[in-house]
Nanobody
Framework: QVQLVESGGGLVQAGGSLRLSCSAS????????LGWFRQAPGNAREFVAAIDSSGGRTYYANSVKGRFTITRENRDGAKNTADLQMNSLKSEDTAVYYC?????????????????WGQGTQVTVSS
C-alpha cells in the first residue's frame, strides 16, 4: 500500500499560481490512480483532478478545467510524485487540498473510491 504526503500549499493572491506536490512511497505506486480533492470550511470534500496509473488519462472538475494540471512521475526504486499545478487562482479555490490514491486502472471522481489519503495542505487565495 502507498503512503501519501502533500506539500506546496500557502497563501497567494488571486490570479497567481501554486504547485502542490504529493510524495508517495510504496512498492505498488504504479498500480494506483492518484487524485486531488479539496475541502473548504463548511463544505464537503470535492473532486479536483485525477490521473491514471500510467499518466495517460486525466480528469478535471469543471471548476478547474483549463487552470489546473495534474501530472505524475513513476520511478522504480525512487520517490514518486503526483503534482497539481494551479494557475489563475481564484478566492473560491481556497481550501485544504488532499492527495488520494485508488488501486486499479479506473479513474474515479468519487471520494468513496479512494482508500489512501494524505494529511492535506492549506491553499489560501486572497482577493
Amino acid at each position: 500500500q502507498v503512503q501519501l504526503v502533500e506539500s506546496g500549499g500557502g497563501l497567494v493572491q488571486a490570479g497567481g499560481s501554486l504547485r502542490l506536490s504529493c510524495s508517495a512511497s510504496g512498492r505498488t505506486f504504479n498500480s494506483y490512480t492518484l487524485g486531488w480533492f479539496r475541502q473548504a470550511p463548511g463544505n464537503a470534500r470535492e473532486f479536483v483532478a485525477a490521473i491514471d496509473s500510467s499518466g495517460g488519462r486525466t480528469y478535471y472538475a469543471n471548476s478547474v478545467k483549463g487552470r489546473f494540471t495534474i501530472t505524475r512521475e513513476n520511478r522504480d526504486g525512487a520517490k514518486n510524485t503526483a503534482d497539481l499545478q494551479m494557475n489563475s487562482l481564484k478566492s473560491e479555490d481556497t481550501a485544504v487540498y488532499y492527495c488520494a490514491a485508488a488501486y486499479g486502472t479506473a479513474v474515479p471522481t468519487s471520494r468513496a473510491s479512494y482508500d489512501v489519503w494524505g494529511q492535506g495542505t492549506q491553499v489560501t487565495v486572497s482577493s
